[in-house]
C-alpha cells in the first residue's frame, strides 16, 4: 500500500474567473467529494503578494487509484507547483510548523460545512479578496470515508457524517489595538455569513471557552456523558485543558460569543 501526499498552488486568478459560474461551483464541489481523500485547502499568498489557493490531499491505499483522484484535482486549474510522492506521517504533521512565526498574533473561528453550495463558495471567495492582512487565511477540510463509518458515541467525537470544518484564521504582527480589532472583524464577518449555512456546532478543538452557542452542539449527544466523567473522575479540573466542554448548568448556551486568539 502507498500513501501519497500532494502539494498543489493553483493560480487564485484561474479560480476568481471560475468561481463566477454555478457550473463551475458545482464541478469544484463535486470533484472535491467524488476524490476519495483527505482533502485540506487553504488560501494564503505568494512572495509576490497575490493570493493563491493551496490544496493538500492524502490518499492511503493503491498508489494508482490515489493519482487518478488527484488529477482530477489538478483539472481544476493550472497548477503554479505542483508535487505528488510518498511522505511520512512525521513529515506530513510537520508540514505548516514553518508558517507559525513567534509572536505573531492569530484569531480563529470554525464552522461545520454539510457542503459546499454556490452561495458558500461565493462568501468565500469574496472574503478572501477582502482580507485585511495578508497573513490571514482561509482553511478548509473534508471529513469524509471511514472516519463517517463510526458510531457517534464510540468516541468523544460526535460528528460522523461528511462534512466540511472550515478555519477562519485571521494572523498579523503585532500592532495597534485598532489594527487588530479590524483583522478580527473581518474574520467575524466570514463566520457570521456562514452562519445560516453551518451545522450546529463545531470542532472543539478550535473554539473558545466562551463560544457556548458552538460548544453546546460540538459533542452532540456525547456531552452529558462528558460532564459526567469529568465531574467524576476529575472534579478539581487536575486535568484542565483549552479545549472546552459544555456548562450543562447554563439554561441557554447562545448567549455570548469570542474568538480563540493565541499570540505564539
Given at each position: 500500500m502507498a500513501a501519497i501526499h500532494h502539494l498543489s498552488v493553483i493560480e487564485a486568478?484561474?479560480?476568481g474567473k471560475a468561481h463566477r459560474t454555478n457550473l463551475t461551483q458545482r464541478r469544484f464541489a463535486e470533484t472535491l467529494q467524488a476524490?476519495?481523500?483527505l482533502f485540506s485547502g487553504r488560501s494564503f499568498p505568494c512572495p509576490d503578494g497575490n493570493p493563491v489557493l493551496f490544496l493538500g490531499p492524502i490518499w492511503t491505499g493503491e498508489r494508482a487509484a490515489g493519482e487518478k483522484h488527484i488529477g482530477r484535482l489538478e483539472s481544476l486549474g493550472?497548477?503554479?507547483l505542483s508535487q505528488v510522492g510518498p511522505m511520512r506521517l512525521a513529515q506530513l504533521l510537520g508540514l505548516y510548523d514553518a508558517q507559525v512565526m513567534n509572536g505573531r498574533h492569530y484569531a480563529l473561528r470554525t464552522r461545520?460545512?454539510?457542503d459546499l453550495t454556490p452561495d458558500i463558495i461565493s462568501?468565500?471567495?469574496?472574503?478572501?479578496?477582502?482580507?485585511?492582512?495578508p497573513l490571514s487565511m482561509i482553511?478548509?477540510?473534508?471529513f469524509h470515508g471511514a472516519g463517517t463509518r463510526i458510531a457517534p458515541d464510540a468516541t468523544a467525537y460526535s460528528m460522523r457524517r461528511s462534512h466540511f470544518m472550515m478555519e477562519?484564521?485571521?494572523a498579523w504582527e503585532p500592532t495597534s489595538v485598532v489594527e487588530a480589532e479590524i483583522h478580527r472583524q473581518w474574520m467575524s464577518d466570514l463566520s457570521a455569513t456562514l452562519a445560516p449555512h453551518a451545522l450546529p456546532g463545531g470542532y472543539a478543538n478550535f473554539l473558545g471557552p466562551d463560544c457556548h452557542d458552538q460548544i453546546a452542539d460540538a459533542y452532540g449527544d456525547n456531552a452529558r456523558r462528558l460532564c459526567?466523567?469529568?465531574q467524576k473522575y476529575d472534579p478539581d479540573n487536575v486535568f484542565s485543558s483549552a479545549i472546552p466542554l459544555p456548562d450543562l448548568s447554563l439554561p441557554n448556551q447562545n448567549t455570548k460569543r469570542v474568538d480563540l486568539e493565541v499570540t505564539i
Open positions: 486568478e484561474e479560480l476524490a476519495n481523500v493550472k497548477p503554479t461545520w460545512l454539510a462568501a468565500v471567495t469574496a472574503a478572501g479578496a477582502a482580507r485585511t492582512s482553511a478548509l477540510h473534508h477562519i484564521i485571521a459526567e466523567g469529568k
